[in-house]
């Protein structure tokens, strides 16, 4: 399956990479999704949507405070830094991610495109200005906002939230003009995110999918790689840079 996905994809194609939680599993973050995912654990309807906000501010600030200092104490494993190695080895490349955690930023992918916000970032709930806040929120004293006096939330998307539109246009109009589509670590369940193998394969992209598990998506994929990614990835790159040094 390696040799055949290796021969089939070449460094003039243009890459996208499509993320989800499982490419940070193996750094120890929780998936969503699956017997130990924090959706079988905490309901997503009182954590993370804007009415739960209005009606108990303070208990989504203590869950997105723990999921913080969560994030804030793991390291990106070899999936991420693979991740990098295939954007310096395409001459094209884009990474979009549906994870809030930054790992990938940290691995020092360069061209992301976050779909579901940053769980390092704050914004008002009321007029959207964004803040940099450092240091934990106090549950029981938000912040407020300097212009509006609207509560500050984490700047990720919630159940039921639009994305923002310049941001799902890009990842779209990237994975319309891919080469190669890659989709990593995603259930493949939660749309916009999922229509957008989708619509690589309709504009001919070789799509390839790496999940430990099959999803909505392994029917379409060329490759369906049966694999943790922080496993397959490092071994793909390891390949593909062999076909470098042997010019
Ligand atoms: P999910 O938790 O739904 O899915 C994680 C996927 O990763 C599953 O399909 C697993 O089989 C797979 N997986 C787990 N470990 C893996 C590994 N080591 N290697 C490869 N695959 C592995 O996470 P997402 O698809 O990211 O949205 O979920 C999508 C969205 O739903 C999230 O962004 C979040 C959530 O509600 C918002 O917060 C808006």
């Known amino acids: 399956m390696l040799e055949k996905l290796v021969k ?42 804007m009415s739960a906000f209005m009606a108990n501010p ?4 203590e869950w997105y405070n723990w999921r913080r200092e969560l994030m804030e104490n793991v390291e990106p494993n070899p999936g991420h830094w693979a991740i990098s190695e295939m954007e310096k080895w395409f001459d094209e490349f884009t990474l979009i991610t549906q994870n ?17 916000g940053n769980i390092y970032r704050n914004k008002c709930a009321d007029c959207n200005q ?27 998307v919630w159940f039921g939230e639009m994305l923002d539109s310049r941001i799902i246009d890009e990842a779209f109009y990237q994975s319309e003009h891919a080469d190669v589509f890659f989709s990593v670590g995603t259930s493949a369940v939660v749309h916009p995110a999922a229509s957008l193998p989708l619509v690589a394969k309709n504009h001919g992209a070789v799509v390839v999918e790496v999940n430990i598990e099959e999803t909505p998506i392994t029917y379409l994929a060329d490759f369906h790689i049966p694999s943790k990614s922080g496993e397959f990835l490092p ?13």
């Open 58 to 61: 303070e208990v989504v600030w």
């Open 130 to 156: 964004s803040f940099e806040i450092k240091d934990d929120i106090d549950p029981n004293n938000i912040p407020r906002c300097d212009k509006c006096e609207g509560k500050i939330r984490p700047d990720v």
């Open 100 to 116: 809030v955690d930054g790992l990938h930023r940290l691995a020092r992918t360069r061209h992301i495109i976050e779909l579901h």
């Open 8 to 49: 089939t994809i070449s460094p003039y194609h243009r890459c996208v990479v499509l993320t989800g939680a499982g490419i940070s599993a193996e750094s120890g973050v929780p998936t969503f999704r699956g017997k130990e995912g924090l959706w079988g654990k905490f309901k997503p309807e009182e954590l993370a949507t």
């Open 235 to 247: 071994e793909l790159i390891k390949e593909l840079k062999k076909i470098d040094s042997e010019g």
